[in-house]
């Protein structure tokens, strides 16, 4: 009896170390958690799920802000302008796109969230342009109305050199491998060539081709958890890497992604984490998150106020990377750098050359497959080895009818000629002066003005944001549109200029955003109550989500 007794005060006590153990590791995990929703990807779907739908009446749609009746009636004229304009500008635009928008879901997506979903309905069929596009030639772009617009939607960060570039490309890399045409199964000797190259650029062992670069991604992860034999995955909040589950967890996905952390970038408890748990397989950068750390994409559906930034600082995002790097090898975790879209942008070996970093595994994808599809994982070859020689029925398995196809490979093949030519060599000289200096002089033009819009840039990648009060920051994206750019569905919260922009066509966008500015801001779109602030304006609309909860419409 006195010997079970003591056996149950040891199992007690150990219990006791064990629980205080796990105590203290948890809330380590929670002190590295972001503390905004993109840091807490359960509670942001919880919270999804309880916002009811609502939207504002005629009269609702421009006093939402509880603007006074002369801002109210600036507003609805420069709308009635704007509506005008678009339906005598987008006829045959706008009519494919109404007609395919049940049939192509992403239309429908991308338009009904182009703007906040309370606004969206009257702007939608106010303000009608469409998907569709004819042409392209140079930095323009040609809808189905013979309309002309500067291209800045950088074709999702594919169009690095300009589309009429893309199409020399693609055509030289068809000539190169016609002759064994869309074989699938064997390779074409280029691609030989193409994983020399991209060994070279990036300071790996091994390249594997895949067709996407979420693709490129879930190979990375996968890996990464086999050689490990860990299972959990660190992103960073607000980053994304593509639409697979275990990267983007949250809103947006379905199911719960049990197997990852998201914790909060450039972060001293971050690194705690990292230091003292033993599960983690890898951690995955995207660095296009040093514009804005801890915050997702700037997309305008999420613009209910002004208190959208974005900037860089290279100099403190590089020694972050440096110290991520460092505690990542000292625990044994893979560090994988996301280069599907900064790849080739920043610099010749991309951001991993930009911000001065070596990881263990990085990802490609978008302009390097020269204009097609492609995703591209380069690594250490032991990380990128699929199977073990002391046990040959473990294996980690990757395919994919198309990876590695001929004129994808031939194409890329092309592009990274040209990229190792002179000619693409000079493309880099100076760039990040360019590119900062011209985002600087539209910013003191806006300034000069006093003008709300403000530039903040990571190169030729481009975020607006505003530095005065107001509900309808939105709005801009529509001016924009009617002085002849063309945006992406996140509107006014990434552009993305190719190599192609030479002084005298970024002059021309240059003038054109000023316009753009100078009549929104007369139409009142940048105007708030007197003594609201950003503040105020959320608050305003977190009221009217309750309110709606069990009552009508506004």
Known sequence: ?????????????????????????????????????????????????????????????????????????????????????????????????????????DIDFTGRYRIPFQFSRIAREALPSGSFY?????????????????????????NLLGTDAYKALIAEGARRVEDLGPLLGGLHPVTADNVRRIKAISGMDAVSFHMSGTEAVMQAVRLARYHTGRDRVVRFAGAYHGWWGDVQPGIGNPVPADRTYTLADMSEETLKVLETRRNIACVLVNPLQAMHPNKGAPGDSALVD????????????????????????????????????????????????????????????????GGLPVGVLAGRADLMKRYREDRP??????????????????????????????EGGALYEGLDEKWNARAAGLNARLEAEGLSPRIANLGTVWSTFYTAPSRYNWMFQYYLRAEGLALGWTGTGRFIFSFAY?????????????????????DGWFTAPEGADDKALRRRVLREMLAHRKGPRV
């Open 306 to 369: 002004s208190s959208r930034r974005a900037g860089v600082d290279r100099e403190a995002y590089a020694h972050w990377l440096q110290r991520l790097r460092t505690v990542c090898t000292k625990v044994g975790a893979c560090l994988i750098v996301d280069e599907v879209f900064t790849g080739f942008r920043l610099a010749p070996g991309g951001a991993c050359e930009y911000f001065g970093i070596r990881p263990d595994m990085m990802t490609y994808g978008k302009t390097l497959g």
């Open 502 to 522: 030479g002084e005298t066509e970024f002059a021309e966008v240059a003038d054109r955003y000023m316009a753009a500015a100078r009549a929104a801001a007369a």
């Open 393 to 422: 029925a473990d294996i980690c398995f990757a395919r994919g009818t198309f990876n590695s196809h001929p004129y994808v490979m031939g194409a890329m093949d092309a592009f990274l000629r040209h990229m190792e030519s002179p």
């Open 134 to 158: 004819e042409a392209s030639r140079g930095v323009m772009l040609t809808d189905l109305d013979g309309n002309q617009f500067y291209d800045l939607t950088g074709s999702y960060g594919v």
């Open 1 to 105: 009896m006195a010997n079970g007794t003591w056996l149950a005060g040891i199992a007690g006590a150990a219990a006791a170390v064990w629980a205080a153990k796990k105590g203290r590791e948890r809330l380590r995990l929670s002190r590295a958690k972001h503390r905004s929703l993109t840091g807490h990807v359960r509670m942001a779907k919880r919270m999804a799920s309880l916002i009811p739908f609502y939207e504002y009446d005629r009269k609702g749609f421009f006093a939402a802000d509880g603007a006074p009746p002369e801002v109210v009636a600036r507003r609805e004229a420069g709308f009635a302008r704007l509506s005008e304009l678009f339906h005598q500008r987008f006829p045959r635009s706008a009519a494919l796109s109404a007609e395919m928008k049940d049939s192509i879901p």
